[in-house]
């Protein structure tokens, strides 16, 4: 590798698949199956055989618009299957033969003073392991969020996370097909509008 394509690469992000090391260039990606490139001011993986993904940070901040949640700090976490979001104050009932629940979220962290009360339809109950390997049963909730500009309906577990670094985690299942994680950045999709 020459000088001036040396400058021009710098090294990001590897995958410990067995898959080479990605590099960020920023341009010329065209002899590069596997690279990260700009496009239209986003960090894009290109693999000519396959697919275009945008990329993500480790922390990103989203919007949960079906739950009145303008702005919540998620954490990415490919470790974990299920997404799940802090809900407290948890209250269940019926209406027309569907069970719902009430719940209030506190989507900054450290501050009990910003408080969203919402509601959603009990999508089903999940038997859920937790970081500590404990399994709970915890209601499943249908939520629309908001992400880079792209709006999609995940499914949120809600539990207590107050001891967690965390007000919601965003679990694989919820990106899946959708974005590429850069493990070392965060906070891609800041401030961004709906595309």
Same mark, same amino acid.
């Given at each position: 590798?020459?000088? *001036?394509?040396?400058?021009? =690469? ?5 995958? @410990?698949?067995? =898959? ?8 010329? =990606?065209?002899?590069?199956?596997? =690279? #990260? @490139? ?5 960090? #894009? ?12 940070? /480790? ?14 700090? *998620?954490?990415?976490?490919?470790? *974990? ?39 959603? $339809?009990?999508?089903?109950? $999940?038997?859920? $392991? ?12 249908? @939520? ?7 709006? /999609? ?43």
């Amino acid at each position: 590798m020459d000088l *001036a394509k040396s400058i021009l =690469c710098l090294i990001i992000l590897s995958i @410990s698949s067995g =898959c080479s090391t990605h590099k960020l260039i920023y341009k010329d =990606c065209s002899l590069d199956k596997n =690279c #990260i @490139s700009y496009e239209h001011g986003q960090p #894009i993986m290109k693999n000519l055989t396959k697919y275009k993904k945008p990329l993500i940070g /480790w922390r990103e901040w989203v919007e949960l618009p079906s739950l009145g949640i303008k702005e919540i700090k *998620a954490k990415i976490d490919t470790g *974990a299957r299920t997404s799940s979001i802090h809900a407290v104050d948890m209250k269940f009932y019926k209406r027309g033969g569907s069970e719902y629940v009430k719940f209030k979220v506190l989507p900054k962290q450290k501050n009990n003073k910003s408080v969203v009360e919402t509601h959603a $339809r009990v999508y089903e109950y $999940r038997n859920i $392991r937790s970081s500590n390997g404990q399994v709970s049963r915890r209601p499943i909730i249908l @939520s629309d969020i908001i992400l880079l500009g792209q709006k /999609w309906q995940i499914e949120l577990a809600l539990s207590n996370r107050d001891e967690m670094g965390f007000r919601m985690l965003l679990g694989r299942q919820s990106f899946k097909k959708k974005f590429l994680v850069d493990a070392n950045n965060s906070f891609y999709g800041k401030k961004t509008k709906l595309k």
